[in-house]
């Protein structure tokens, strides 16, 4: 299934993804229908060959593709190459491959992470909340070790909400915090629903 959001169809594969988006007005469909309306795909899914090459064959020309999702498998980029009958670089991180009617069909940074193949990685206003994560969960580690079996975790939501906290605060965005009262009504249901 897709999204398509102004000329942009973004991957919902998944029907906990698909859901929420439709009362919000967004149109969802099969990706074959999708592949016929769209104008930029941009695959988020994780997941591989999510754009095939039944799809590359309903594209308009024109049709524009990036993968922001998961290594570089989310796009058929083998099956598109195969279809294609010629294929150039139009410029630095867009390559050009025309397909039967003499239609051409982009794709950017080569179907890899288009943040990371296309540009300069994600910013230091990203990045440092991730380290953070990733050091506040190491020392999380660290502090109860002995205690902790041998499994992955989710980092503490107390963590996440910390970095979150500090975040905003260098940022100038000062918000409201829960009183006493309102963190008991919210952790409780004495009151109904």
């Known amino acids: 299934m897709q999204v398509r959001q102004r000329g942009c169809t973004v991957g919902v594969d998944r029907v906990e993804k698909a859901f929420p988006v439709v009362p919000d007005g967004f149109p969802v469909m099969h990706m074959a ?3 016929e ?32 999702g998961h290594f570089n498998v989310e796009i058929d980029l083998e099956a598109l190459a195969k279809t ?3 294929r150039r670089q139009v410029r630095p991180f867009v390559e050009e491959f025309t397909v039967a009617g003499n239609r051409r069909l982009y794709v950017l940074g080569e179907g890899r992470l288009i943040n990371l193949a296309s540009a300069e990685g994600h910013p230091a206003a990203v990045m440092d909340m991730s380290f953070a994560n990733q050091a506040l969960g190491a020392e999380f580690m660290v502090q109860r070790g002995r205690s902790l079996e041998r499994k992955v975790y989710v980092v503490p939501i107390d963590i996440d909400r910390e970095i979150a906290r500090l975040k905003l605060a260098s940022m100038g965005v000062a918000i409201d915090g829960l009183s006493a009262e309102q963190e008991s009504y919210l952790a409780s249901w004495r009151h109904g629903t």
């Open 37 to 68: 309306v769209g104008e930029v795909f941009v695959t988020v899914t994780g997941n591989t060959s999510v754009i095939r090459a039944e799809h590359f064959a309903r594209m308009k020309d024109g049709a524009i593709m990036a993968n922001s």
């Open 84 to 86: 294609a009958t010629s």
């Open 33 to 35: 229908k999708a592949a």
